[in-house]
């Protein structure tokens, strides 16, 4: 499992470079580390998941 977050992590964090200032759409965001993340980088974050319980968790990660 922390493999796999180090790999999810790393892409989030490699992808902040190309949603500076834009509108990003995370699907699939999951429990909303990487949502979190480019949160510093975008002017608007859409996150959506499949999981009700995962986009519950992603909105209290990012009050948005």
């Keep these: 499992d ?20 834009g509108n990003v759409l995370d699907l699939g965001c999951g429990e909303g580390y990487g949502s979190e993340l480019l949160m510093s980088s975008c002017s608007t974050l859409t996150s959506l998941d499949i999981s009700e319980e995962a986009t519950q968790i992603t909105l209290g990660k990012t009050g948005k």
């Design 2 to 21: 922390d493999l796999l977050f180090r790999q999810h992590y790393s892409r989030y964090h490699f992808s902040q470079r190309f949603t500076k200032g």
